[in-house]
């Protein structure tokens, strides 16, 4: 598990992001838009999780990366409360099992832009950028260990530095 060649930034996409999950997006014109494909739960007793997530922003330069998390049975969707940037860094499973790192990508998601991590999708903890920022959380737990999981990887840096 390592980030081999350089891991830059790259701006969030549904194309780019299809394969880890969906980019949840409010619409552009009166109306309503489903985000529907990447939402679900491998568990028959789970029950759907809302919660509030508050983050301080990051200064800005350098992200240490040192942690990945997956909920192996859940999706888990994070929508934005208000106007704000964050670090969306995702990593496949590897066959040997934990997070690919060598696979890994990493995105700049918008002002308003959202993420629903299909199941089984490990990711980096929340970071946000520029603002506090406040976030809806929406997954599935049942209670047990299986609800989250986190796992330490070769600490990298991930520069944050923008245009």
């Known amino acids: 598990m390592s980030v081999t060649g350089s891991l830059t930034l790259k701006r969030l996409t549904s194309e780019a992001f299809a394969p880890y999950g969906e980019v949840l997006e409010p619409p552009n014109q009166p109306g309503r838009v489903y985000f529907e494909r ?3 739960s491998a568990r028959a ?14 200064p800005g330069g350098l992200l240490r990366v040192s942690t990945m998390e997956r909920h192996e049975f859940s999706s888990q969707s994070f929508i934005p409360l208000g106007p704000s940037r964050s ?7 590897a066959a040997t099992g934990g997070p690919d790192m060598d696979r890994a990508e990493a995105f ?13 999708v490990w990711h980096h903890p ?19 260990v299986g609800d ?3 796992v330490p990887v070769p600490p990298f840096d991930l520069d944050l530095d923008l245009p």
């Not at 670090?87 to 499973?93: E, K, N, R, Y």
């Open 126 to 144: 929340l970071t946000v950028l520029e603002v506090p920022a406040r976030f809806a959380v929406v997954m599935w737990r049942d209670g047990t």
């Open 38 to 40: 990447a939402l679900g």
């Open 148 to 150: 989250e999981e986190f």
């Open 87 to 93: 670090v969306v860094l995702v990593a496949p499973h």
């Open 108 to 120: 700049l998601a918008g002002r308003g832009q959202g993420v629903t991590y299909a199941a089984n």
């Open 45 to 58: 007793g789970a029950w759907p999780s809302l919660a509030f997530s508050w983050r301080e922003p990051h």
